[in-house]
């Protein structure tokens, strides 16, 4: 059983793609839900949210064209724990062509690494190069508070931009 809900649907904006759910989150069935999680206050700070939402209120994002989902539904924790659970990349991707976004954001380096291949010093932050027939990519800083040495909002920012460009 998936640890948390995709919530995806044809036609949205942005998807946000996480490594697996916190413990906090898997505990609640909320995205991103541990209170000292960047997620939900950087949002709201860069544009893609009219207000402040709350982790329980994740449902509510498919009405502004925002999904997510994460590269390992089964397993919860830190990625070294949750990982043992297996990332299925392909079904992933079927979901992404299912359902084609315009824009995916992976909220780590640690997950876009999982997607691509490549091991986590290879990645950049910010838009990546575009491939045919696949959405926008971005790779943002983790918002998690145990990734707060290198927090930045820059890439964030970016993203934001493109969303309401396009």
Known sequence: MDRL???LQSGLRLVFVGTA???RSAATGHYYAHPGNRFWRTLHDVGLTPRLYQPAE???LLSLGI???DLCKLGAGMDHVAL?????VAGFLMKIRQHRPATIAFTSKKA??????????AITLGRQPEHADFPTVFV???PSGAASGAWTLQPWRELAVHVAGA
């Open 21 to 23: 759910a916190s413990e």
């Open 58 to 60: 994740f449902p509510a």
């Open 140 to 142: 943002l800083a983790s």
């Open 67 to 69: 999904g997510f989902t």
């Open 112 to 121: 876009a690494s999982l997607f691509y291949g490549k091991p986590t010093s």
């Open 84 to 88: 043992k659970a297996g990332v299925d």
């Open 5 to 7: 809900p995709d919530q």
